[in-house]
């Protein structure tokens, strides 16, 4: 008989043999192993690090209990569970670069050909570099007086490559008592109406919008009463500041200001320039000054503005070199829209030192939170200068421009572009004053407006006032334009009016009331005003900072009476305005009397000049241009001449009427909005106006615009 069986309950099998009939014979027990899984296990070099490095991932350390051979199966999941694709899954080891922060969980399992072993895992985690950030750029610090408008902008912010921005303003720190607030506080350009004197705190946050990492920077604004001399601020204007050795690089101090209105004298000098360097600049106090860089390095300019008591400076470093200079971006002037309308964004004006071909990369920096826009969601070079951009929903959009030369890419310019269904309503209200007693003034919001005419309502509010004030500003009612208000205490009141067109208000707008009812110093001031042909000027307004205003009667004579509570009321410079003749000041000299007559004062009419723009073979710019025509006050003793006249051209198109003044040496200048530069046949960049005794006498003027 034969017996047969298996021992399952051990890893050895027994196979035990009976012989049947004749006898038996038996054999050793034989053993077998059974093949076991092997072990995974993951090696790191580091498990925390900065986006942008590596890491050193090392399966080599598993093992086979039998010594066999292993295959790796290796896994990357990112913190949302997605696998993050590998070319070299199946390698013993690899180096990991990942592409975003976050954390990683690397998986393993190995096989030896028979079984796998379990997955094991570890995590990774890759801490955000200084690249994943947004950079936030405010405007620079301010100083102002109460109640005027202070406008911030973050449109140099940068957002991280890829992101989108938000913005968001605050006020981290403001004057006890104070009771203002941000406006616009979540758009590119915010604004602040200060209540009180003292500093304020300004922050601004922008967040990358995907992955939500923010960067804040500061601004100061220092606020003073408006009986306090405030520092003026010295601005130096640049297109560029990298240059081409032998270039002329022309520096304007225009955008400089005194929030008292006070009439600004420059002071520039060259602080520090290469040591060959013979380099000088055209001019230590004009408005405007040019500079030659004659060899390669480094040039810092230094601009000192002063209103006679108080100063500021300002210093721009300007690099000149014989390397390629980069280009530089023009995204153009901002834009307002209506929704669904195509808007053509030009960067035509941007330039090239060297002269060579551009290319243009667009990026969107902000939309509204409900646009879906994704065209610009990868940007890239294009060739052509024009980009059509098309906004789907209402808000505010930021673009950015650069340009490619073939070999650097330009600094970033935006453009910030509104759409809308109605335009804001515009709110105006008269200067500044000061009263010395608590009659009752009417205060006039005539020239408020709304660009589509809509009538408007007016809003009327005493946001600031001395302690104990317990009045009020009164109107009939919200539609009519003027309101009366009796300033019953020592001190000053800020009066603010916004209006609406029946959509939406406006900007707030403010004027501040300073009542110090104290003895005056007093100076009446007479004299004859006449053109250059010696005729009288008549209707001409005269008047100075927080002062009554006159008019020049028949014969062109006036009689003002300045008034002052610090100081020699002859410190009060005089301001000549009327469409007859060119806005400018009179700086009137030092004296303790009670009269002064100014006698016989020429003053600059306005008078016609054909003027045309024709373009060098050279030039590539955009075709409509302006340019701005500043007054000497060569020939005008005293005076000053501030704003500019400003006019449109389009370039080959024939000539433009043209009113300038009269007569005088003026300077041309190109807008910041237009590149490249402008002269006459001579080579000039200025020209004498002369005065017509006949102003319908032909007068021609040939400009030439270059790249």
Same mark, same amino acid.
């Given at each position: 008989m034969t017996r047969c069986f298996k021992d399952l309950g051990s890893i050895l099998l027994i196979l035990v043999l009976f012989g049947c009939g004749g006898?038996?014979?038996? @054999?050793?027990?034989?053993? =077998?192993?059974?093949?076991?899984?092997?072990?995974?296990?993951?090696?790191?070099?580091?498990? @925390?690090?900065?986006?942008?490095?590596?890491?050193?991932?090392?399966?080599?350390?598993?093992? /086979?209990?039998?010594? /066999?051979?292993?295959?790796?199966?290796?896994?990357?999941?990112?913190?949302?569970?997605?696998?993050?694709?590998?070319?070299?899954?199946?390698?013993?080891?690899? @180096?990991? =670069?990942?592409e975003h922060f976050g954390s990683y969980t690397i998986m393993l399992k190995v096989s030896d050909a028979k079984k796998t072993s379990p997955t094991v895992s570890s995590i990774i985690t890759v801490e955000p570099n200084a690249q994943s950030y947004p950079v936030a750029k405010t405007s620079d610090n301010m100083i102002n007086k109460v109640g005027n408008t202070n406008w911030f902008n973050a449109d140099k912010s940068l957002a991280s490559s890829g992101q989108q921005l938000t913005y968001k303003w605050e006020i981290k720190s403001k004057p006890t008592q104070s009771l203002s607030e941000i406006g616009d506080s979540t758009a590119v350009r915010a604004y602040l109406i200060a209540d009180k004197a003292g500093r304020y705190q300004i922050s601004l946050t922008v967040t990358n919008i995907e992955n939500q990492l923010s960067n804040t920077s500061t601004l100061i604004l220092d606020i003073d009463d408006i009986v306090t001399n405030s520092s003026p601020v010295a601005i130096i204007e640049s297109s560029q500041l990298d240059f081409a050795v032998n270039d002329l690089v022309k520096l304007s101090a225009s955008e400089s200001y005194d929030s008292d209105n006070d009439l600004l004298d420059y002071k520039w000098s060259i602080e520090k320039q290469p040591l060959t360097s013979t380099s000088f600049l055209s001019s230590s106090t004009s408005e405007f000054v040019d500079l030659t860089l004659d060899v390669e390095g480094e040039y810092h300019v230094k601009l000192v503005v002063s209103d006679k008591h108080l100063s500021n400076e300002n210093i721009i470093i300007i690099t000149a070199s014989n390397q390629n200079i980069i280009p530089v971006a023009n995204a153009g002037a901002d834009r307002t829209a209506i929704i669904n309308e195509i808007i053509e964004l030009n960067a035509s004006a941007s330039s090239d030192s060297e002269g060579q071909t551009l290319e243009y990369e667009w990026s969107l920096i902000s939309k509204p939170a409900t646009s879906g826009y994704s065209t610009l969601s990868e940007p890239k070079l294009i060739t052509q200068s024009k980009f059509i951009f098309e906004p789907d929903v209402i808000g505010e959009y930021l673009l950015s421009l650069r340009v490619f030369d073939g070999v650097d890419y330009s600094n970033s310019d935006q453009v910030h572009i509104l759409v809308s269904e109605n335009q804001r309503p515009v709110a105006k209200l008269g200067q500044d004053i000061t009263v010395s007693n608590s009659d009752t003034l009417l205060i006039d919001a005539g020239d408020s407006y /709304?660009?589509?005419?809509?009538?408007?309502?007016?809003?009327?509010?005493?946001?600031?006032?001395?302690?104990?004030?317990?009045?009020?500003?009164?109107?009939?009612?919200?539609?009519?334009?003027?309101?009366?208000?009796?300033?019953?205490?020592?001190?000053?009141?800020?009066?603010?009016?916004?209006?609406? /067109?029946?959509?939406?208000?406006?900007?707030?707008? @403010?004027?501040?009331?300073?009542?110090?009812?104290?003895?005056?110093?007093?100076?009446?001031v007479t004299g004859l005003l006449i053109d250059k042909g010696g005729i009288p000027l008549s209707e001409i307004e005269i008047g100075g900072m927080s002062q009554k205003r006159v008019l020049s009667n028949d014969d062109g004579k006036f009689e003002l009476l300045l008034r002052s509570q610090t100081s020699s009321p002859s410190e009060i410079p005089l301001l000549f305005k009327s469409t007859k003749v060119k806005a400018g000041f009179l700086v009137l000299p030092e004296t303790e009397d009670e009269q002064l007559d100014l006698g016989t004062v020429t003053l600059p009419v306005m008078q016609s000049k054909n003027i045309s723009v024709k373009a060098c073979n050279e030039y590539t710019g955009e075709n409509d241009i302006m340019i701005n025509f500043h007054l000497s006050n060569s020939g005008y003793k005293d005076m000053r001449f501030i704003w500019p006249e400003r006019s449109y051209f389009t370039v080959n198109s024939g000539e433009k009427e043209v009113f300038l003044p009269a007569e005088g040496e003026i300077m041309m200048r190109l807008s910041a909005q237009s590149k490249g530069s402008i002269y006459l046949d001579n080579g000039a960049s200025y020209f004498t106006h002369n005065y017509q005794a006949d102003d319908t006498q032909p007068d021609s003027l040939v400009i030439t615009i270059c790249n």
């Open positions: 006898g038996s014979k038996s @054999t050793a027990p034989v053993e =077998t192993k059974v093949n076991q899984a092997p072990i995974a296990q993951i090696d790191l070099d580091k498990s @925390t690090f900065i986006l942008a490095s590596s890491v050193n991932i090392s399966g080599e350390k598993s093992k /086979d209990p039998e010594g /066999d051979d292993l295959s790796y199966h290796w896994q990357i999941k990112n913190e949302a569970g997605d696998d993050y694709p590998l070319d070299n899954s199946n390698a013993n080891a690899f @180096t990991f =670069t990942p /709304d660009p589509e005419g809509q009538p408007l309502t007016y809003s009327w509010e005493v946001t600031s006032a001395p302690d104990g004030f317990d009045g009020a500003i009164l109107t009939a009612n919200e539609y009519v334009s003027f309101a009366s208000f009796k300033p019953s205490l020592s001190g000053s009141y800020t009066i603010q009016l916004t209006v609406n /067109d029946g959509i939406q208000n406006s900007i707030p707008e @403010t004027m501040v009331i300073f009542m110090v009812p104290i003895e005056w110093r007093e100076l009446t």
